[in-house]
């Protein structure tokens, strides 16, 4: 006697394979898509990296343009923006240049590329031109660069004929204050006699490809 197969049985058990198959094939789809997105973003991670990296480079354009700034207008550092914007003759306490330190309120922000700074710090940035001869090299193309420089006083005006003007010290080769303030860096201190170094703090700021922004600092003297 010829027994015959069940259909229902089979159909039931082939119902089952091909779930399991999808089930399969959904895990294995979902695991490739999370591999290409981590990829992706590490790649992401590593280019904007490379763009901060080469940012901070090109702020030494920055800094050299402000150091020369400093040495052609050496006798016009007593007062503020005396010749066009990006100089102040104080340390700007107010200011936050970075956006960072307040990140909710606005109304301290260093202004950068402008005319007028913000309510609570009157301060604006220059921008280095592409090409300019301050700098031996030019901007490359794609960045832009800012600079401010602050002399590192409380105020405006000459600190060796105006004893409420005072300056942070500058330290001698032998650890000692070269034409300085009495005591270190205090602000508060009054000026010795014989003439006040007073730092120059220079800030700049780069924007780059994919919005990329990065900020150098630099304290400087002119001796």
């Given at each position: 006697m010829i027994r015959s197969r069940n259909p229902a049985r089979r159909k039931h058990a082939s119902g089952i394979a091909l779930i399991v198959a999808l089930i399969a094939l959904v895990g294995i789809t979902l695991a490739a898509l999370a591999l290409v997105r981590s990829v992706s973003t590490g790649l992401e991670i590593s280019g904007n990296m490379a763009f901060k990296e080469a940012s901070i480079a090109v702020g030494d354009l920055g800094t050299e343009t402000a150091v020369k700034?400093?040495?052609?207008?050496f006798?016009?550092?007593d007062v503020d923006g005396a010749v066009g914007k990006?100089?102040?003759a104080s340390y700007g306490y107010a200011c936050d240049l970075t956006g960072n330190q307040t990140p909710t309120d606005t109304s301290?922000?260093?202004v950068w590329n402008a005319t007028t700074g913000s309510?609570?710090?009157n301060e604006v940035g220059a921008q280095v031109?592409?090409?300019?001869?301050?700098?031996?090299t030019n901007v490359p193309s794609g960045y832009k660069v800012y600079f401010v420089i602050n002399r590192m006083c409380n105020k405006e005006g000459k600190p060796d004929v105006d004893s409420t003007v005072t300056c942070n010290p500058y330290?001698?080769?032998s650890g000692g204050l070269e034409k300085s303030t009495k005591g270190g860096g205090s602000y508060s201190n009054l000026p010795l006699s014989g003439g006040v170094i007073p730092y120059y703090r220079i800030t700049a700021k780069i924007v780059g490809p994919r919005n990329t922004v990065s900020y150098t600092q630099a304290l400087v003297t002119l001796t």
């Open positions: 700034w400093l040495k052609d207008n006798d016009k550092l990006g100089y102040y301290d922000d260093m309510a609570n710090c031109a592409s090409a300019n001869s301050y700098s031996q330290p001698d080769a």
